[in-house]
C-alpha cells in the first residue's frame, strides 16, 4: 500500500514558566492511503499536540518542533513557512475539531464558511463555490439544504453543526483528515451517525484519518490501526484485532481493564490504573508509566524500553517482552479478551532503530 | 422490598412558564429511590435527567409534583431549619470538577463549609480532625488541605467533591455526571470510591449519566429518560438484556463497544417517535411489564408487550 504520511521520531516541547514541557518525545508511525489510524491515550499525552504538528497549528512560540520529520506525500512539511501550510492546509490535510461550536464562526452563515474553502483552494466562483456547498451539505446528511446553506451556526443542532464542519473539512477533497475527539461532546446516537458518516464518506473518497479519542468503543468502530500514547510516547501501535485480542504493554491492558464491560454481569471492581499521568517538564527516568504499572519491573525505572516487534504490524514498547523478563499473566479482564492471532511472530523481536 | 428512601410523584419542572419559549425540561416523572440502592438516570443531552437530580434538591422549585424523602415533602414553604435538616440529609456531586469548587477556598474550607454551617464540630481541632478523616476516606491526604483547587488534577478534584458531599454525614447522593470529565483510568478510580464508600456507609445514590457502559456498572436500577418523560425503568440487567420501550434499544445499539468484531457486524437502530402511532385518546403511563420493570406506553402497547415477555 502506498505511504501518504509518515511521521519519524517527531519532538514537540513548549516553554513554559515552569520549564520545558516536551510533550511529544519520538513519535514515529506511518499512514496509507485509504487507512484509519486512531490514536488513543488520555489527557497530556500527546495525541492532540502530535496531530496539530501535521498541520502546523501548534503555536510558536511558546510550542517547538524540536526535532524529527513529518513526510507528507515523501515532502517534510517540518521547514514550511506559514505561507507554504497555508497551501496545505485544508487542502491537503484538514482537520475536524472536538467543540463544533467553538470552532466555527458564529458571524458566517454556514454556507459562506463552506465556500471559503472552494474559493480559496479551488478557485471557484461564488456561485460554483454556492452549488457545491449545497452538495457537500447534502452529502453530509443535512436535510433541506438549500435553506440551511444560508443559516448561521446558532441555528444548527450539535450533531448538525458536526456535520457542517465534516462538510467544510471535505470540502477540497483532502487527502489526510485529521479528527481530534469528532464525537465526544456528542450523544451516542448522534455519535454513531456521525461515525458511519465519516466512514461512508473515506470510502467515497477515499482520504486517510487520524482519528484521536479516548474512548476505546468508538476506536473499534472506526479504526483499522491503532497507537496507544503515554506520556508522550506511542507504546504500542498494532491493528485494531491485535491491539483489542492480543494487547501487549500493561498500559494497554490497563485501559481495557479499567472500561466496564455491558456484557457479562461481573460486579468485581474495576481494575483503575492506580496514580496519574507524570509531568513532563521532567519526564522520569526509565519507563515513564513505571510508577503506574503493577507488572514493573526493576530495569523500568532505570533505563527506557526499546520497541518490540510482535507481527508485522504490531509494536509494543515494554520491557515485558524481553527474553530475560519474567512471565506475566494480564489483568482477568483482558485475559478474557485474548486470542491467538495467526499473524504473530514465534518471539518478540527487538525493533533496532526507533520505529 | 426494601424501605423507601425517597418517592418522586409526578414531578414537573418547567421554565419560562407562560412565555412563548416555555420548557417542559421535566414533565411528569414518578419513581421511587429505595434506601441503599444506586438508581442510574440515562438520556441524551436535554432529555431533563440534570433538571431531575436538581429539582429533587431543591436546587430548582418543582413547578408541580411532590418529592418526599422519607415521607416527607421537599418542596413547598420551610423555614431556615427545616430547609437545613433536609440539606444535611441530601447532597451533591457535580459535573465540572473545575467549576464547582472555589478556586479562592482552600481544600480545608471547602470540605468544611458544610460541618461550619451545620455545626458539626464543636472545636478548631475537631473541625480538622474531621477534614482530615474525610480526605483519608476519598484516598487524599492530610498535606492537601491547605492547598488550593488550582493545584490538583481532575480526578483529584472530583475527590475534593466527593469529600465535600460526604462532610455532613448524608443519607443521599445526588451525582451528576461525576466521571464525564475525567480520563478513562480516572474513571474507574472514581468509580471504585464511590462504590467502597456506598458499601461503608450505606449510601443511596441517584447516579446521573449518559455513558450506560458505567452505569450499568454501578447501578441496581436505571431509568431511562427521553424529552422530559421517564420511558423505562428497570433493573440494570434486565434493560440490558430486555430494553423494551424503543429509544432505550435505539440508545443501546448506539453505544460503541471495545469489541471490532462485534463492532463490525452492528446494526444500529434509529429511534422514531412515529413507531407508537398513538391515538388521541389512548391514556400513556408507566406500566409493569415482568416485575420491576416499567415502561412508558399505552393499553394497547402494554398488552403486547406483556404478550412478548410473559413466559
Excluded at chain 2, 443511596?204 to 421517564?230: E, N, P
Aim: charged share 25%.
Amino acid at each position: 500500500m502506498e505511504k501518504l504520511l509518515e511521521v519519524k521520531n517527531l519532538e514537540v516541547s513548549f516553554q513554559t514558566y515552569g520549564g520545558t514541557v516536551k510533550a511529544v518525545r519520538g513519535v514515529s508511525f506511518d499512514l496509507h492511503k485509504g487507512e484509519t489510524l486512531a490514536i488513543v491515550g488520555e489527557s497530556g499525552s500527546g495525541k492532540s499536540v502530535t496531530s496539530q504538528s501535521i498541520m502546523k497549528l501548534i503555536p510558536m512560540p511558546p510550542g517547538r518542533i524540536s526535532g524529527g520529520q513529518i513526510l507528507l506525500n515523501g515532502e517534510d512539511i517540518v521547514p514550511k513557512t506559514e505561507k507554504q501550510m497555508e497551501k496545505i492546509r485544508g487542502k491537503e490535510i484538514s482537520m475536524i475539531f472536538q467543540d463544533p461550536m467553538t470552532s466555527l464562526n458564529p458571524t458566517m452563515r454556514v454556507g459562506n464558511q463552506i465556500m471559503e474553502v472552494l474559493i480559496k483552494h479551488q478557485n471557484m466562483t461564488k456561485t460554483d463555490g454556492k452549488n457545491r456547498a449545497i452538495e457537500l451539505l447534502r452529502l453530509v446528511g443535512i436535510p433541506m439544504p438549500e435553506k440551511r446553506v444560508n443559516q448561521y451556526p446558532h441555528e444548527f443542532s450539535g450533531g448538525m453543526r458536526q456535520r457542517a464542519m465534516i462538510a467544510i473539512a471535505l470540502a477540497a477533497n483532502p487527502k489526510l483528515l485529521i479528527a481530534d475527539e469528532p464525537t465526544t461532546a456528542l450523544d451516542v446516537t448522534i455519535q454513531a451517525q456521525i461515525l458511519e458518516l465519516m466512514k461512508d464518506l473515506q470510502n467515497k473518497m477515499d482520504t486517510s484519518i487520524i482519528f484521536i479519542t479516548h474512548d476505546l468503543g468508538v476506536v473499534a468502530n472506526v479504526a483499522d490501526r491503532v497507537a496507544v500514547m503515554y506520556a508522550g510516547q506511542i507504546v504500542e501501535m498494532g491493528t485494531v484485532d491485535e491491539i483489542f485480542y492480543d494487547p501487549r504493554h500493561p498500559y494497554t491492558w490497563g485501559l481495557l481493564a479499567s472500561m466496564p464491560s455491558l456484557e457479562n454481569d461481573d460486579k468485581a471492581e474495576l481494575a483503575a490504573i492506580p496514580g496519574t499521568p507524570p509531568d513532563l517538564t521532567n519526564p522520569p527516568k526509565g519507563d515513564a508509566f513505571a510508577a503506574r504499572n503493577q507488572y514493573a519491573l526493576a530495569i523500568d525505572f532505570e533505563e527506557e524500553p526499546p520497541m518490540f516487534q510482535i507481527s508485522e504490524t504490531h509494536f509494543a514498547k515494554t520491557w515485558l517482552l524481553h527474553p530475560d523478563a519474567p512471565q506475566v499473566e494480564p489483568p482477568e479482564a483482558v485475559k478474557r479478551r485474548m486470542r491467538q492471532l495467526s499473524s504473530t511472530f514465534e518471539k518478540p523481536v527487538l525493533v533496532k532503530e526507533g520505529k | 422490598m426494601a424501605e423507601k428512601l425517597l418517592e418522586i410523584k409526578n414531578l414537573k419542572q418547567h421554565f419560562n412558564v407562560g412565555r412563548p419559549n416555555m420548557v417542559k425540561a421535566v414533565d411528569g416523572i414518578t419513581f421511587d429511590i429505595y434506601k441503599g440502592e444506586t438508581l442510574g438516570l440515562v438520556g441524551e443531552s436535554g432529555c431533563g435527567k440534570s433538571t431531575t437530580g436538581r429539582t429533587i434538591i431543591r436546587l430548582y422549585d418543582a413547578t408541580d409534583g411532590q418529592v418526599l424523602f422519607e415521607g416527607e415533602d421537599v418542596h413547598g414553604k420551610k423555614s431556615a431549619k427545616e430547609l437545613k435538616k433536609f440539606n444535611r440529609k441530601m447532597q451533591m456531586i457535580f459535573q465540572d470538577p473545575y467549576a464547582s469548587l472555589n478556586p479562592r477556598m482552600t481544600v480545608a474550607d471547602i470540605i468544611a463549609e458544610g460541618i461550619d454551617i451545620h455545626g458539626l464540630a464543636k472545636s478548631k481541632k475537631e473541625r480538622m480532625e474531621r477534614v482530615y478523616e474525610l480526605l483519608e476516606t476519598v484516598g487524599l491526604n492530610k498535606e492537601h488541605a491547605n492547598r488550593y483547587p488550582h493545584e490538583f488534577s481532575g480526578g483529584q478534584r472530583q475527590r475534593i467533591g466527593i469529600a465535600r458531599a460526604l462532610a455532613v454525614d448524608p443519607d443521599f447522593i445526588i451525582a451528576d455526571e461525576p466521571i464525564s470529565a475525567l480520563d478513562v483510568s480516572i474513571q474507574a478510580q472514581v468509580v471504585n470510591l464511590m462504590k467502597k464508600l456506598q458499601r461503608e456507609k450505606g449510601l443511596t445514590y441517584l447516579f446521573i449519566a449518559h455513558d450506560l457502559s458505567m452505569v450499568k456498572y454501578i447501578s441496581d436500577r436505571i431509568g431511562v429518560m427521553y424529552f422530559g418523560k421517564l420511558v423505562e425503568l428497570a433493573p440494570a440487567e434486565d434493560l440490558y438484556k430486555n430494553p423494551m420501550h424503543p429509544y432505550t434499544q435505539s440508545l443501546l445499539s448506539a453505544i460503541p463497544l471495545p469489541d471490532p468484531e462485534t463492532e463490525r457486524s452492528r446494526r444500529r437502530k434509529s429511534y422514531d417517535t412515529a413507531v407508537h402511532n398513538y391515538a388521541d385518546n389512548e391514556k400513556l403511563e408507566m406500566r409493569e411489564i415482568t416485575p420491576g420493570h416499567f415502561v412508558y406506553c399505552s393499553e394497547k402497547e402494554y398488552n403486547e408487550l406483556k404478550a412478548q415477555y410473559a413466559k
